[in-house]
């Protein structure tokens, strides 16, 4: 039985005492939540593809493409590429997808990359769901326990996704040639993937642990020239660090697709000469 001397409730979050005290959830009127609908929806998506297309472990090579999922491919039961990154790491006691052998180094970059938390975090935890709306956790503890302490580790992915670009930009290189081989020849397929490595390269380069790598710790600029220089490009890219994630993720996607479709004999690659 109440006796009116029970001690208030404790109040967190943002309905904390310190805090001000504004019954009403937010006071938006425009439609904030599509933007973060709009977001989770388009990372679900790219998702249950990837998922599908790294665990299928088929058709994800058509002469001269080979899917940006699968390269550098580094296990024995790799399918035999000509020239291709075939690099026989492990050996024939790696019987899933090889797919899941690399695919941890740009999932690993792009999860703990600057934009991509705040699109997931928004999108799929509302913390916060959009700017001036409260959002529904008691507590806030930032990145500082496991598992979200692991995006510390954004910069050594960083290192990790350099390689990988590399990789994947001599395999665009291979796509000059037709299905025997033969060097000096383009089909759409060749141009799907320049426009996919360029945008994988200028989302990479735009990245802040980049552009902290080269200007983050100079105290003389005047003294470091190039590095300002270089700084300086990186800065203007990282403007761009959204619509450059959104692009690369989606063009290395319809790579994969493209191949896919080549590969399963659903599609003939039409050659430009």
């Known amino acids: 039985m109440a006796t009116g001397t029970e001690p208030p409730r404790q109040l967190t979050g943002v309905h904390d005492a310190s805090r001000a005290a504004i019954a009403d959830r937010h ?5 904030w939540w599509l933007a973060p609908a709009v977001t989770a929806a388009g990372l679900l998506a790219f998702i249950v593809y990837s998922t599908w297309r790294a665990f299928a472990n088929a058709d ?13 491919c580094l296990a024995e039961n790799c399918q035999e590429m000509r020239g291709g990154p075939n690099l026989d790491l492990f050996g024939s006691w790696w019987g899933l997808s090889p797919a ?19 699109a997931y975090y928004r999108g799929f935890w509302a913390s916060p769901p959009a700017c001036a709306v409260a959002e529904p956790h008691a507590k806030y503890t930032g990145e500082t326990r496991f598992p ?3 995006q510390n580790m954004h910069r050594y992915f960083f290192y990790a996704a350099l390689p990988v670009a590399g990789i994947l930009t001599y395999d665009t290189v291979l796509t000059l040639r037709n299905d025997r081989y033969e060097w000096g020849h383009m089909g759409l397929g060749t141009l799907l993937f320049l426009v996919n490595i360029a945008l994988i390269w200028a989302y990479t380069l735009s990245c802040h642990s980049c552009r902290h790598i080269m ?10 020239p190039v590095r300002y220089r270089m700084w300086g490009w990186i800065s203007r890219l990282n403007t761009r660090h959204m619509q450059l994630a959104w692009a690369s993720l989606i063009s290395v996607a319809l790579c994969d697709f493209y191949v896919y479709l080549l590969a399963s004999g659903a599609f003939n690659d039409p050659r430009f000469f």
């Open 27 to 31: 006071l938006r009127t425009d439609r």
């Open 60 to 72: 994800y090579y058509a002469a001269p493409y080979v899917s940006p999922f699968y390269s550098p």
């Open 148 to 150: 979200l302490i692991l």
């Open 215 to 224: 200007g983050g710790r100079l105290r003389h600029f005047s003294k470091h």
């Open 100 to 118: 899941l052998l690399i695919l941890v180094f740009p999932l690993g970059f792009r999860l703990t990359c600057y934009y991509y938390r705040k």
